[in-house]
């Protein structure tokens, strides 16, 4: 018997409407990730972790494209607010880097925790609903991430300044924007 995990209530959206929703976030997170990088790069680019974060910023922009890709194959809409995460994102990338390397490496595990926990979700949420294309880009997607979480730990995020407080204020960012991107 097939599960069903987009179950709704009535008044619920509807299942495209929950996917449409997924993607849509999806593509607003790879758009904000890239300006993080950007943000990062700006201020160090003559540093030692540029060649780290140029790395970083390719597998955003291979993420991003693939959720461009389902956005225009499945006809969802973008966020309203992407000119917001256009500036967020760069001000948090910028604003990280002004306060060091560690610190940049502190935003990148902060925000990756977030996403790849995000990703797992939206996996699990869609197990089982014939939507094993989708599964498979979202997956991909996470082991990125998790990749670029693990290099930030390794580069010494911990390390940063007044980590735990950064760490959660990220955080906390984080989700918000994904709660916004999924609604507006
Ligand atoms: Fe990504
Ligand atoms: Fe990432």
Redesign the pocket.
């Known amino acids: 018997m097939a599960t069903h995990k987009l179950r709704r209530l009535p008044g619920d959206p509807s299942r495209d409407e929950l996917i449409a929703r997924m993607i849509r976030v999806d593509q607003a997170?790879?758009y904000g990730?890239v300006r993080i990088y950007q943000g990062q790069r700006a201020i160090l680019g003559k540093s030692k972790s540029e060649p780290e974060l140029a790395k970083m910023e390719e597998?955003?922009r291979r993420?991003?494209a693939t959720f461009d890709k389902l956005m225009v194959e499945r006809r969802v809409r973008p966020t309203l607010l992407q000119p917001l995460w256009h500036l967020a994102g760069f001000a948090l990338g910028a604003g990280t880097a002004l306060l060091g390397e560690k610190a940049a490496m502190a935003c990148t595990a902060a925000v990756e925790e977030v996403?790849e926990d995000h990703y797992a979700n939206q996996a699990a949420r869609l197990a089982g609903e014939g939507e094993d294309r989708l599964v498979a880009e979202i997956e991909e997607?996470r082991k990125?991430?998790v990749e670029?979480r693990d290099a930030a730990l390794a580069a010494g995020a911990r390390e940063a300044p007044a980590y735990a407080t950064l760490t959660a204020a990220i955080k906390a960012g984080s989700r918000l924007a994904i709660w916004l991107s999924e609604r507006i």
Request: glycine share 16%; no cysteine; net charge negative.
């Open positions: 997170g790879e990730a597998a955003e993420h991003l996403i997607a990125g991430e670029h």
